[in-house]
């Protein structure tokens, strides 16, 4: 049987060929199968289907005898998307003790046109001893972080993203006094003016994102 979307359109037949011409799809929405093609660009995959990872047109390509490509494609004059995988870049608004609550301002080193909400939860802060994680330590409201998608979220575009790789986390702090800190380690910054010293998810910043 064919596969369809939230709004019963038919994406992808037996072949996991879309129908044409191509038709719009929207963030979030399932494709088809992982049996019927492969997730190309603007797509994730989760649960053995393809989904959209933003909102454009689906596009299909045959490679030789393989199954064929399924990705989504915007027009290039439209806003730029998160997509699942990318490196963005965030301003912290709000933590508790489950998660924080972000904006997301680039993408990749593109500033974004309007900002989009993202969620650091507690278990994507670290990759390893989760559960000793406490979101308290690892970020503060007004804290700059490099993140990485991993998933679309909700229908209100609130992008769930993680921090647990070295080169992503807190890049800029700045402390009570207001002064921007220093990192000394992997798990603390530092003030330069009275040297107290706070937690931090440390980023080990790699120099293509940093912002000039």
Partial sequence: MPRTGPAGRERCGRSGMPRQPLSPCVAGERLCSTEEATAGSGTYTRHGFIFSSLAGCLERKNEDNELPVVSVVRDSESQLLPNVGAVVTCKVCSIN??????HILYV????LKSTFRGTIRREDIRATEKDKVEV???FRPS????????????AQSNYLLSTAENELGVVVARSEAGVQMVPISWCE????RTHTK???????VQPQF???
Avoid: H, N, W
């Fill in 143 to 154: 804290d700059i972080v490099l993140a990485k998608v991993i998933s679309l979220g909700d």
């Fill in 97 to 102: 003790s489950r998660f924080a609550k972000v």
């Fill in 136 to 138: 308290y330590k690892s």
């Fill in 198 to 204: 706070e937690f931090r998810k440390v980023a080990r």
């Fill in 210 to 212: 940093l912002q000039t």
């Fill in 189 to 192: 910054m530092q003030c330069p």
């Fill in 108 to 111: 990749g080193s593109t500033p």
